[in-house]
């Protein structure tokens, strides 16, 4: 431990000196922010909005597509009485 004690001061005072510049800087104020509990509104309520009504239409559409998929499984699960077409050649 003496070998280290002629370090402690200039060591101590460089972590000190980087603390203050990094919690002055924009993370210090996230950081403080978060702390306090105060969140930034990320997006407006009108893009919000328009998000919502994309996520509801793309749900919809997607239960569109599955019930026509269970529609093309049963039909094909059923089997059909018409063969293939011949092919010609």
Do not use: C, W
């Not at 105060?38 to 994309?54: F, G, I, K």
């Not at 019930?67 to 094909?76: K, N, P, S």
């Amino acid at each position: 431990m003496s070998e280290l004690a002629p370090f402690l001061v200039p060591i101590s005072l460089f972590f000190s000196v980087a603390a203050v510049f990094i919690l002055r800087g924009p993370f210090g104020k996230a950081l403080a922010d978060r702390v306090s509990g105060n969140r930034p509104q990320l997006h407006d309520s009108a893009e919000t909005e328009a998000l919502h009504t994309e996520v509801d239409d793309l749900r919809y559409r997607l239960s569109e597509v599955e019930e026509r998929l269970d529609f093309t499984e049963r039909l094909l699960a059923k089997g059909s009485p018409r063969s293939a077409p011949p092919l010609e050649g």
